[in-house]
T-cell receptor, first 115, second 116 residues
Framework: AQSVTQLGSHVSVSEGALVLLRCNYS??????LFWYVQYPNQGLQLLLK??????LVKGINGFEAEFKKSETSFHLTKPSAHMSDAAEYFC?????????????FGKGTRLSVIA | GAVVSQHPSWVICKSGTSVKIECRSL??????MFWYRQFPKQSLMLMAT?????????EQGVEKDKFLINHASLTLSTLTVTSAHPEDSSFYIC????????????FGPGTRLTVT
């Protein structure tokens, strides 16, 4: 079965500092991986996705993630944090080979940005 | 991009009553939709898979008689919480994969259910 593990339930960074949110995956099939952001009382917004093309994936709002098969990782980074980045971030893996399978989510990482 | 809507966005109901939540794919057809539940400060957990024209499949531990799912058309799935109790209070989110390409999934904005 597919699963993701997000290391760190809460990450705090200073404004302008590097953001690094960690995600490791386990998948019995070639993984399709996603990062979503959720602001309070709102739905999910897709930041970026890995679909077996380029290993370095660029997303919205300056975020990017690198797929490393050898480390089974898909960490999310942003060079310079902004106050508006404070939110909950979820890493997810598609639950199977078929496109019609649900996503399996990590427990989430809450990002705080300190002025 | 593709859009999935949910209605209502929030609802308050009394214990023992039923509540219906709609999930619509606005610009594409979805033979499959997924229903997730998110408790406060927790992750999304899959409740069930809604299949157009057939019965929904439920995840282990989810009561199918309590959470009724009807996928009446290729653009509409409904989740009815029957005889709601306070412990059913949660954020319910639907998603729909769109065929083509990598079957990207599109999420609805969620429905906040509060049972008093």
């Amino acid at each position: 079965a597919q699963s993701v593990t997000q290391l760190g339930s809460h990450v705090s960074v200073s404004e302008g500092a590097l953001v690094l949110l960690r995600c490791n995956y386990s998948s019995s099939v070639p993984p399709y991986l996603f990062w979503y952001v959720q602001y309070p009382n709102q739905g999910l917004q897709l930041l970026l996705k890995y679909t077996s093309a380029a290993t370095l994936v660029k997303g919205i709002n300056g975020f990017e993630a690198e797929f490393k098969k050898s480390e089974t990782s898909f960490h999310l980074t942003k060079p310079s944090a902004h106050m508006s980045d404070a939110a909950e971030y979820f890493c997810a893996v598609r639950g199977g080979l078929s496109g019609n399978t649900p996503l399996v989510f990590g427990k989430g990482t809450r990002l705080s940005v300190i002025a | 991009g593709a859009v999935v809507s949910q209605h209502p966005s929030w609802v308050i109901c009394k214990s023992g009553t039923s509540v219906k939540i709609e999930c619509r794919s606005l610009d594409f057809q979805a033979t499959t939709m997924f229903w997730y539940r998110q408790f406060p400060k927790q992750s999304l957990m899959l409740m069930a898979t809604s299949n157009e024209g057939s019965k929904a499949t439920y995840e282990q531990g989810v009561e199918k008689d309590k959470f009724l799912i009807n996928h009446a058309s290729l653009t509409l799935s409904t989740l009815t919480v029957t005889s709601a109790h306070p412990e059913d209070s949660s954020f319910y989110i639907c998603s729909a994969p769109r065929a083509g390409g990598h079957y990207e999934q599109y999420f609805g904005p969620g429905t906040r259910l509060t049972v008093t």
